[in-house]
C-alpha cells in the first residue's frame, strides 16, 4: 500500500474491460501528477517550463479542479469525508490527476486520497482513509465529486458508490462503482513494477431499496457529492466494466520533468481524442446508444 510520500510524477498504464453486451478492452499510457493540492509549487517549482502560478507549457490552475475556486483545496476535502468518516483527517492529502499541457486540459477523473496523521512517506504502514473522486464527462463537462470511506479489503482499501453522472453515452445510470486503492492482479500485462494501483470497476445495482447510498451535505455546495454507504455485495457479482491504473512514481527531476513534457507532449489531448475513438469502437460494435439524461441543476460546470 503506498503511502503519502513527496511529490512526484505518475507514470505507467490504464487499461479498461467492457465484458457486455459486447468483448471490448484497451490499454493506453498515461502520465498524471502525484501532488499536495495546496502545495503545487514543490513540484511545479522544479523546472521553468512548469509554473503553478503563471502561463507555461505545463501548468497546475486551482481553478481547473474541485469547486473551480481559488481557496485551498486541502480544508474542503478535509471537511467533504468528516461526517462520513466520523472525525476529521488531520493527515497528508495527495492529488492524482493531469496538470494543463500546452493550453489544454481534460481529466475524466482526478483522485484525492485523505490520510490520518502519522502516514508521512510512501513506506507509510497507514493506508489512506478516504478518496474524493472528482469526475467529468466529455463533451458536456459536468462534474461529479464522490466522497468515500475506504475500508480494508484484504491487501487492498475499498468503497462503494453509486454512479451519478452520464460518463458515456455506451452506458445507463443504474449502476455502482467499487474503488480499490492497493493492490490488483488483473490484467496480466500490468504486473510490471509499479508503486501504486486503483481500481475502479462498474456493478449493476441490485433493484434493493435498502442499498441506496445516502446523500449528505458538505462543499462544494455547486457539485452533486455522494458518499459511500460501506455496502458489503450489494450489486451483481460481476463488474460489466472494469478499469486498472497502475503507476510508477517518479521523482521530480530535470531529467523526468523534461521526458514529460518532450516525450508525452500532448496527455491530456489524447485523453480527449482516445475517449473519442473508443466511443466510435463501441458504436461499431453494435453497443446500445444512450442518450444524456436532463442534467440535473446541482452539477456543477468547471
Known sequence: M??????????????????RPRNHEFT????????DPDRPEELFGRHPLWSADRPRPIRFR???????GAEPIGPALRSAVAEALGHRPTGPIRMLTQPRTWGWLFN?????LLWDDGAHDHESALPPTAA????????????????????????????????????SPFLGEDF?????????????????????????DVHRAEPDADADTHVDAGPPADADTHVDDGR???????????????????????RTMNAAL???????????LGIHVQATKLWRKGVPFVSHPKRSPEMSRP
Open 2 to 19: 503506498v503511502g503519502p510520500g513527496s511529490s512526484a510524477l505518475a507514470v505507467g498504464e490504464v487499461w479498461h474491460a467492457r465484458n
Open 28 to 35: 493506453y499510457p498515461i502520465s498524471q501528477i502525484w501532488i
Open 62 to 68: 486551482r481553478r481547473d479542479y474541485f469547486d473551480g
Open 108 to 112: 475524466p477523473i482526478t483522485v484525492y
Open 132 to 167: 474524493v473522486l472528482e469526475v467529468t464527462n466529455t463533451p458536456w463537462k459536468e462534474r461529479v465529486l464522490y466522497r468515500a470511506v475506504l475500508r480494508p479489503d484484504g491487501d487492498r482499501m475499498t468503497a462503494w458508490f453509486d454512479k451519478r453522472l452520464h460518463v
Open 176 to 200: 455502482v462503482y467499487r474503488l480499490s486503492v492497493g493492490a490488483t492482479t488483473e490484467p496480466a500485462a500490468t504486473t510490471a513494477p509499479h508503486d501504486l494501483a486503483m481500481a475502479i
Open 232 to 254: 458489503n455485495g450489494a450489486t451483481s457479482s460481476t463488474p460489466l466494466l472494469k478499469t486498472r491504473l497502475m503507476l510508477r512514481l517518479l521523482a521530480p527531476t530535470r
Open 262 to 272: 518532450y516525450r508525452h507532449p500532448l496527455p491530456t489531448h489524447r485523453v480527449s
